[in-house]
Structures are given as structure tokens and as C-alpha cells.
């Protein structure tokens, strides 16, 4: 019984004595795993094949022609409404030009207070989406006259049958 255990647990160890020969004869390392343990380099990066889990819940990002109401608490003449302009910037009344483009409302609270400080003491800003990008649809009519339809343009819900009809085409109409 004493000899077999002693066979079985020499065999385990040249085996792991050879494989840690071939592996490092071509250049890699070796890694015992550990009972219990995960294995980290399935779960570092997915292969670009695969596709990806999406974000729960992402916040909105700030886009073009945006509308952000900014009030100051503490400095009630700083509040402001601004509007991000084509290439992403705001002006701050007061602080400059900020880019904004693609940060959620709360990086851009940040970045508001920090520009911010080079003129008020620990400044305490509120910011508020007024206007933002709504979601839409193209309806495709002729190449000419493909109308988007906002999906809030109408309070009332729609189903993508009457998409033609919420875009000015009426039944037979070629046009």
C-alpha cells in the first residue's frame, strides 16, 4: 500500500517536473492551479470574436446641442443655461470653455466644479438636463424624402406599422 502511494506521488512529480521542463524550454511559465482558485487569463479580455456584455443601466452621455440648466446654490449669479456646441464645448460664465462631449452628468458636474474653482471657493453646482438627444426612427420613402420621426413627437404609442403614417405617407400614396 506504502509502495503504490510512493509510485503515485512520484509520477505527479516528474510529470509536473516535465512539463515544467518543456515549458520552459519553450519560453512560458507555469502556473499550478490552486483548488477553489479562478483561472485569471480566461477572464482578463474576450477575444474580439466574441461579442462583449453590455453596460446595466449606462448613464446618458452628454452629446451636440444639448441643453444643460447649471444653478449655483451658493452664487445664484453664476446659474446659467448652456447649450454644447458642435465640437463639444460649453462657456461657463466666468470660467472659459470646457469640453463636455461624451461625459455622463456627473463627470460633468465634476468638470464644471473645477473650473470653477479658479473663481469661487469650493463652488457647489447643480446640473440638469434640460433638452437632450431623443430616440428616433428613419422611415424610408425615396431618397429624397426620408423624414425622421421622433418616438416622442407623438405622446401616444405607436407600433412600427404606422411608422409610414406618423411620417406624412398616407395608404396608396406613391410619394
Known amino acids: ?21 518543456v515549458c520552459a524550454r519553450q519560453g512560458q511559465q507555469i502556473s499550478t492551479p490552486i483548488a477553489g482558485a479562478r483561472q485569471t487569463a480566461e477572464f482578463t479580455a474576450p477575444a474580439p470574436d466574441r461579442p462583449r456584455l453590455a453596460e446595466r443601466n449606462p448613464r446618458y452621455k452628454i452629446n451636440r446641442s444639448d441643453i444643460l440648466n447649471l444653478s449655483f446654490p451658493l452664487s445664484p449669479e453664476f446659474n446659467q443655461s448652456v447649450t ?20 455622463t452628468v456627473p463627470e460633468t458636474s465634476e468638470a464644471i466644479k473645477k473650473a470653477y474653482a479658479k473663481v469661487l471657493h469650493e463652488p457647489i453646482v447643480d446640473v440638469d438636463l434640460k433638452d437632450f438627444q431623443r430616440a428616433y426612427f428613419i422611415v424610408p420613402l425615396r431618397p429624397s424624402r426620408s423624414p425622421a420621426v421622433s418616438c416622442r413627437q407623438r405622446r401616444r404609442r405607436f407600433f412600427f406599422i404606422t411608422a409610414p403614417r406618423m411620417a406624412g405617407c398616407r395608404p396608396g400614396n406613391s410619394s
Open 1 to 21: 500500500m506504502a509502495k503504490t502511494c510512493l509510485r503515485g506521488s512520484v509520477a505527479v512529480l516528474l510529470s509536473i517536473g516535465l512539463a515544467g521542463f
Open 84 to 103: 454644447v456646441q458642435p465640437d463639444g464645448y460649453i462657456t461657463l460664465q466666468g470660467a472659459g470653455s470646457i469640453c463636455i462631449l461624451g461625459m
